[in-house]
C-alpha cells in the first residue's frame, strides 16, 4: 500500500450541517452527609461533565449557566424538562461519611420521570484535578452509550420515513457496530438517505468511510481499489465539512495507518482528536493499534489501558481487547496475545481481522491445535484469506515484523 491524497477537488455543499442528538442537562450535584465537602468540588464535577458531554457531536447539552440554580425532585422532572426543552436529566448527589464521599450519578427520563441508568463511585476527599478527570471521563463514556440504547428503543418500530436525521444515523451506527453482511447493507441504506437530503451533514460521510473501510476488513469487498478509493473520499469529505469531528478524525486516522502505512499522518490526526476530546476512549484504542503497526509495543499497551480505563464496560470492548493482542504480538509475548484474542472472539462481534492475530498468537506459543481451529473459523467468515495477501497488505511497517507474521499464519494452517 502507498499513500494517496487523491487528486480530485472536493465539492463541498454551501454550508455545513450539524445534527445534534437529543437535549439533555446536567443539574448541579447535591450534597449530603455529616462533612459536606467544599462546594467547588461538587461544581467542579458538575462543569467538567457539561464540558465533556459538549464536545460529542451525539447530545445537545444545555449550559451551566441555564441550570446552575436548579434542582429537580421526582416531582417536577417532567415540568422542569418541558421548561428546558430536555429530554433527559442528569442528577448527582454527593454523600460523605467521615472520609468516605459516594459520587451517585444518575440519567432520568423527563417524559416519564423514569430513571434508566444510573452509578456509583467511591471517590476521595482530597480529590486531585487528575481524579476528577478520571472520575468525570469514566461517568461520560458509560453515559452516552446508555442515552444511544434508549434512543434506539425509542425509534425501533419507526418507518424509516418517520426518522429524523439523527435518527438514521444513530440506527446506521448501530448496524455498523453488529458487524454483519446484512446489517451492513442496511447502514449503508440509511447513510446514503441521510447524504442524499442532508448533504453537510459530516458524521454521515465519516460513517459511510467506516462502512467501506468494514467491507476490506471483513472480506467482503468486491472492489478493494475502488473501497480503499471511497474510504478515502469519504473521510475527506468529513473533514472538510467538520475538521474537528472526532469520529471522523479517528477513522480517517486509523485508514491512513492501515491501508497506506502513512504512519506520520495518523499519529498527527490522532494527537489532535485527542486534543479536541482527550476522554475519547476510541481514539486512545484506535492510536494503540496504530502503535503496534510501528512497532512500539509499549505505548500500544499504553494506550489501551488508557482506553479500558476511560470506559471499562464499553459495549465495544472487542476493539480493546484487540488492541492489547496486537500489542502483546507485537511484544512477542504470544501466549498474552492469545490469551486477549480468544477473550475479544468471545464478545458479540469481531472484526475478522481479529482471527489473523488470534491463529498467529496462538501457533507462535505452540498450540497448534487451537491455531487451526481459529483458522478454519476464519476462512469460514473470509474464505479468500491467504498468507500472501494478509502479508501483501498488512500495516505493520517493519519488513521483519511482517514476514514473521506470515511464519506464525503458515504455521496456523493459513493457504499460501
Sequence with gaps: PHDSEGSSALRLPAEARFFSGPPIAVLPFQ???DNELPSYIADGLTSDIINQLSCLRELSVISQGTTANLKATDNNIRSL????????????????LGQAVRLMIE???TEDSVLIWGRSLDICRSISFEDQDRVVANLVNALVPRVHEVEL????????????TYEKVLLAREYLSLLDRENLVQARDLLEDVMASEPGYAESYALLSNWHSLMIGQG???????????????????????????????LFAHRRSLLHRNYGSAQEMFAHALGIQPSSAVAWVWSSITSSYVGDADDAMQRASRAFELSPRDREAHIFMSAYCIAHYVAEDYKSAAEWGLKALSERAVLGSLYRYVAAALAADGQLRQA????????????????????????FRSRSLRDRFGVHLSAAGFPQ
Design 107 to 109: 440519567l432520568v427520563d
Design 31 to 33: 450534597q449530603s452527609g
Design 220 to 250: 467482503w469487498s468486491n472492489d478493494r481499489h475502488s473501497d480503499i478509493a471511497a474510504v478515502e473520499r469519504m473521510a475527506q469529505q468529513a473533514l472538510a465539512l467538520d475538521g474537528d469531528n472526532v469520529r471522523a478524525l479517528v
Design 372 to 395: 487451526t481451529e481459529i483458522t478454519r473459523k476464519a476462512l469460514t467468515i473470509m474464505p479468500n484469506e491467504s498468507v500472501r495477501e494478509i502479508i501483501n497488505t498488512s500495516a
Design 81 to 96: 424538562g418541558k421548561m428546558l426543552g430536555v429530554r433527559y436529566f442528569i442528577r448527582g448527589q454527593l454523600r460523605s
Design 153 to 164: 428503543h425509542r425509534i425501533r418500530g419507526k418507518r424509516p420515513d418517520a426518522l429524523s
